[in-house]
């Protein structure tokens, strides 16, 4: 872990029921989780209220996507100004699922990314590069061409996150090793730096994300430009989630 606030966010996708979430948040509630960790967990939108209203405050809650611009007349969508109103203080953005499964291209999640911050939200900024993009050496390529994109459109980093999530490593059991994870993690600080500023590059959190679990959380906190994990699957499972939060010592 870096110098920054560790910050773990457990990404639920379109996972659970009532019952199952209020499960979940009780576990949650009665977890003990380290002080200093930015805590936040990103239910499934029709669950948000429920969550909001039951779960611990200490635990902040995310969207897990957001309308590009004002809401209005955009069927199926959820604007930023609904998660603000029902109480997120953030929302992930450019999530690989997004990006591979919906089709969202790097511009549309950048002007999303630019409103969501204008209206206050945080947001987490997923990169992360497929597989035979990693097997034909392409993998900071990749990375560096999404970043640029968010960078492109966001006025201020301060209420960002970056997530590297490479797209081989979610959902498969398959973390990257800590090594390959920092390497990226390095690489991405790197092209802040020069694209950016230095004060962004040092201050900005980068977090991976990628089949982390309670038994593999603690040797990629040891890398110093890991500030952070986002947590799909073993989020849903409190225990587990909380022995992630508690992975920095
Ligand atoms: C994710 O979807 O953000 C993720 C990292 O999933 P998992 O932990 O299940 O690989």
Redesign the pocket.
């Known amino acids: 872990a870096g110098t920054g606030k560790f910050f773990v966010g457990g ?1 639920w ?1 379109c996972n659970g029921t009532k019952e199952s979430i209020t499960k979940l948040v009780s576990d949650l509630n009665s977890a003990k989780l380290e002080a200093d960790v930015d805590v936040v967990v990103a239910p499934p939108f029709i669950y948000i209220d429920q969550v909001k209203n039951t779960l611990n405050a200490r635990i902040e809650i995310s969207g897990q996507n957001s309308w590009v611009g004002k809401g209005g007349a955009f069927t199926g969508e959820i604007s930023v100004e609904q998660l603000n109103d029902i109480g997120c203080k953030w929302v992930i953005l450019g ?1 690989s ?1 997004r990006r591979h499964i919906i089709g969202e291209d790097d511009q549309f999640i950048g002007k999303k990314a630019a409103y969501a911050l204008s209206q206050g939200l945080g947001v987490i900024a ?1 990169v992360g590069e497929k597989l035979e993009e990693r097997e034909s050496g392409k993998t900071f390529d990749v990375c560096f061409q999404q970043l640029k994109a968010f960078a492109d459109a966001v006025p201020s980093w301060e209420n960002v996150v970056i ?1 590297y ?1 490479p797209v081989w ?4 059991g398959k973390v990257a090793t800590p090594i390959q994870a920092q390497e990226v993690h390095v690489a991405l600080r790197d092209w802040l730096r020069k694209n950016v500023s230095a004060e962004v590059a040092s201050k900005t959190r980068i977090i991976y ?4 679990n309670g038994g593999n959380s603690a040797e990629l906190s040891k890398q110093e430009d890991i500030d952070g994990f ?6 849903l499972k409190g225990p587990e989630f909380a022995t992630i939060v508690n992975s920095v010592t």
């Open positions: 990404n996708k999530h699922e997923c997530a999530e490593a979610i959902g498969t994300g990628g089949s982390v986002l947590v799909g699957g073993a989020s």
